[in-house]
């Protein structure tokens, strides 16, 4: 079991890994394990060499979220080819077909799973592997093998013959301006990158885009793993201040930080920063369209401490205080 302490990952930095494995195509870097019955909050990093094919593909459970954070990936998604690039997003839902071609010699495909429980069937393929190598060619084992794992294997072929098509043409493909939503404040814009509709209803991926001075505070302990992906700039986190386990810290770019439940904490933006909330179980996308036809409608609702409180409960968000300081 992880320590709820762990707060921080560095992704470069060795000493943060909980698990580190050399596959010989790829290297594969495990941060942190899933979490509660959706499996969820699981992120590792996959290293690839180029030229490294994963085979066209399904599967029968699993939500994937990846990250390019560095080159390229030619990406076959329901029979179509386009080419994925640092800065994009690829989310594959369940029988979402797909295959990949690592192009560039160090690509690496920051991964975020929910419902799969990646690092499990890595260990078992390398159990296999290690001990029982010839069973992995055998057709009959790897059929017990693939089913267990809910993967359907589709003609590999495919890769070959897809037609080539803009990025657009491929939903599952998010560029960096792409959002299901936006929002934007005095400081702030909330960009929603994968519906709760695209992750069972578990939870929402959002893209926050904060100006320096921006504080987010949890006073109130709530029951929910947080989970931030920082992209840019630097951003300084205090959790449970003032008791004696208090912990401050400065998260850079390539770090992500995780809040265990009921641990009151604040967030506060020291440098203009991105940051990707990974593991949203507020219902932010129905909560901001609410705020704004209430705050267009019946502004007088947000002017009461007790009525605020009691609608943001609604979407299960603990949020306690949101500010720009001068």
């Not at 989310?91 to 979402?96: A, F, G």
């Not at 084992?141 to 089913?147: D, K, P, S």
């Amino acid at each position: 079991m992880e320590d709820n302490t762990r707060y921080l990952v560095r992704c470069e930095e060795a000493s943060d890994w909980v698990r580190h494995v050399d596959e010989g195509s790829q290297i594969v870097n495990d941060f942190y394990l899933p979490q509660g019955p959706f499996e969820k909050n699981e992120m590792s990093d996959t290293i690839y060499h180029a030229g490294t094919k994963v085979n066209y593909h399904e599967h029968s459970q699993g939500y994937e979220t990846f990250f390019i954070a560095r080159g390229s990936v030619e990406c076959t998604i329901r029979g179509k080819k386009a080419v994925a690039q640092a800065g994009d997003i690829v989310h594959l839902p369940p029988y979402t077909p797909h295959g990949f071609v690592f192009l560039e010699e160090g690509t690496i495909w920051r991964e975020l799973f929910q419902e799969i429980n990646m690092q499990q069937g890595i260990l078992n393929k390398n159990m296999i592997l290690k001990h029982y190598p010839d069973l992995y060619e055998d057709p009959e084992f790897i059929g017990i093998y693939r089913e267990a794992n809910g993967s359907f294997v589709r003609e590999k072929e495919v890769q070959d013959i897809a037609p080539t098509v803009p990025k657009s043409e491929i939903p599952e493909i998010r560029e960096p301006g792409f959002a299901w939503a936006r929002h934007c404040g005095d400081g702030w814009e909330l960009k929603l990158k994968v519906g709760r509709f695209e992750c069972n209803g578990a939870k929402e991926v959002w893209e926050a885009n904060l100006d320096a001075g921006i504080t987010i505070e949890y006073q109130d302990p709530h029951p929910y793993f947080e989970l931030y992906y920082i992209t840019k700039g630097r951003v300084r986190f205090t959790i449970l201040e003032g008791f004696a386990d208090e912990a401050v810290f400065v998260a850079e770019a390539g770090s992500i930080v995780r809040i265990p439940p009921y641990a009151k904490h604040k967030i506060e933006v020291v440098e203009a920063a991105q940051l990707f909330d990974n593991g949203c179980e507020i219902r932010l996308m129905s909560m901001l369209e609410d705020l704004a036809a209430i705050r267009a409608t019946r502004p007088q609702v947000l002017e009461d401490p007790v009525m605020k409180k009691k609608l943001l409960r609604k979407y299960k968000c603990f949020v306690t205080a949101f500010y720009k300081k001068a």
